[in-house]
């Protein structure tokens, strides 16, 4: 399953404070049994949440879980969340979500349904838990030379800001 938090911040001074935060909050998220990896992206994309962070989860059960609860949330910036960009989504489609790299950019398309657009291969994900903002949610990873001119019609276009965390193996750093 896949998990999107999405957000924007009121106070754009706060962005780079932010950003630091966030990394440590993605290296504490995969410490969570059942969640396997975390990353976070951001767009510019008009009408788009800013901020997007996509975990990998095992299932739903993770957000009732104790120490995911004493972890999870926006922490110092709560208060200056925007909430026209708060959107929190359980999608399911997909075991891992994927890995993008510096080079690359992810499009998301929000449907009604399922849909095709020629020379993209989207994944569909349906929403199944916590705020089901859309019904479905497209995701294609490309390179960033194609993703400007791909994200249009209802297509944002997110860029990697930080690396994919994942959990850390027992002997490596």
């Known amino acids: 399953m896949i998990f999107m938090s999405q957000s924007g911040l009121t106070d754009a001074g706060r962005e780079s404070a932010w950003d630091v935060w966030y990394l440590e909050h993605l290296r504490l998220m995969v410490t969570v049994d059942g969640v396997e990896s975390a990353q976070r992206f951001k767009t510019s994309t008009p009408g788009y949440s800013p901020s997007l962070a996509m975990y990998s989860m095992q299932s739903a059960d993770i957000f009732r879980d104790p ?34 790299a510096a080079d690359e950019a992810m499009l998301i398309w929000d449907a009604e349904a399922p849909q095709e657009k020629e020379g993209v291969d989207f994944v569909w994900l349906q929403a199944v838990a916590v705020d089901k903002s859309t019904p479905f949610r497209g995701i294609a990873v490309v390179g960033t030379q194609r993703a400007d001119a791909l994200s249009i019609g209802g297509i944002a276009c997110y860029r990697p800001a930080t690396r994919v965390f994942h959990k850390l193996v027992p002997g490596e750093p």
């Open 67 to 100: 120490y995911y609860l004493s972890i999870r949330g926006l922490g110092e910036f709560l208060p200056i969340i925007d909430q026209r960009h708060y959107r929190r989504n359980l999608f399911a489609g997909l075991d891992l979500a994927p890995a993008v």
